[in-house]
């Protein structure tokens, strides 16, 4: 009636009730990795000297997912993990995060696995889960927000004339996953991997950071259309080198630059780095490749005439241009 | 396909497409109160010495409004004030907020006055907008987030037995309201007015805050249940004065008990405050009343046996105990 849902910053020490139970076992299942409960809101502490950086993501049902394709865990998993993945975009720390579940009946056994997900990547992230907010609704929602800190966040207007462009691990995978379950086929079990269990960049974000990285964005909306959204923020151009973009086995060119909800990083850094042993270190300390894979273009040069995109994509003869997959608007869809 | 979402605190340079139209539209309307978009995550800075103070709260079509009950500027208003009062209820200083919507296809041209109820909930509270993500949904849902800051929020354990118990404002507009609503006839004037238009108690959480405020809840689910979260968490039993709790006109006790999302204030005081003089100076800041409604008895005072609830009622007579309405549960109703 009133109230009509369940803040676990607010109620959980309370009961009897079915909403009740399903926030208490969520609880159980996270242990100590939820804390601060028990409040109308958490109170956390950003370290002295660091700024606070938030986002917040939404996941819902036959909108992000569809029932068939992932598990409940993986589900719980994903969208915590696409919305750390912000905080990674950022070069921020993560400290903690709240969820907002709206919960169908057909879904309400699946609330425990659900929070398994939910769990297991914020566990991965390292950020606490301080509250929440768990609703009925019609169709499975989970939006978390998520709260980190930096020093200096890095954010996308950096990049400069001249800069290195990169990007790490090997891109593909999920759109080759995505392609085939709309398909209605089964996807290769790499490809379902990254679709299913992407992985927020945090440590790896930090450590980039710590070298000079001068722009950052996560791979959300495909490598072409998020290094555009760096180009458009830093007032320049990028030309990527086709044949330099990893790719996971079977994917082409073009699926390695359309492919969303990677959560891989796409950074500028400037060019006075040494390129093999950044790469080699980055490999030894983190298990994936940093690649470069082009160079920011300042507006003007001669190489890129006002009409082209922001973003050029040039082919292995180093003149051909590939054409760009366009923005997704799922509105329109 | 891939990101499935508008998320401006990535996108809102970017277009054409309708998500991105509609967020340019809710950005157009906020003005100067949405700030620090346009990258993967909002910066924040909480002022050195304070604490961090989050919340999340969401508001979904028919478990938390119906449609024909408010405008959609109304149901804009009303789940960010809910938000918002949890601030309120920890005494912090609102920072700023990020905004989760999922719209259904019907609601896509109510988006600008849900955008300006939101904004202007915002701009009540002093906090600006900093992010959010607009989805597709088959439900209205509008999931708020806020961040706030204070040297030392006030939580719900701190009442201690003598303390005055106190609240704010009068009670039972809201449940009047909704009764009427449900019930197919019209509100009250007054009564729709609380219900739709309910004011998060910010500034006057921090002035009570500053008087001694040991314990500290907003009214969401029923000042009975409310003190009950405050009993729970301060270890103590808490008696109300039946006659003492303030009403709006037409309003019984049990009205004034039950009504949830008053976003009014509960709180203890030491006793040793000059009750006339507070009540009068609270009255004079902000133009609503604080009365003491009660006080809070130590578990073991022998005017409570054990087998009673956390919370009594005492009735005109000083003797009637009068029923505690059940707390709320909406997934079994």
Known sequence: MSGAGERWGEHHRLGPGREFDLVRTMLGRWGDLARGVGDDAAVLDVPAGERLVVSTDASIEDVHFRRGWLSPEEIGWRATTSALSDLAAMAARPLGLVVALAVPDAWRHDVPTLADGIGAAARAGGASIVGGDLTRGRELGITVTVFGSAVTPVGRDGARDGDGVWVTGRLGGPLRALRALLAGAAPGVADRERFARPRARIAEARWLAERGTRALVDVSDGLAADL???????????????????????????????SGEEYELALALPANVDEEALAREFAAAYGIALT??????????????????????????????????????????
Chains 1, 2 share one sequence.
């Open 228 to 258: 555009g959204h760096v180009a458009a923020a830093s007032g320049v151009r990028i030309v990527v080198e086709g044949a330099r973009v990893p790719r996971v086995p079977g994917a082409s060119l073009a699926d390695a630059l359309a």
């Open 292 to 333: 470069r894979v082009g160079r920011v273009s300042a507006p003007g040069d001669s190489a890129l005439r006002e009409a082209e995109p922001r973003v050029a994509v040039v082919g292995d003869d180093g003149d051909t241009r590939v054409d760009l997959p366009p923005g997704h608007d799922h509105f329109s869809g």
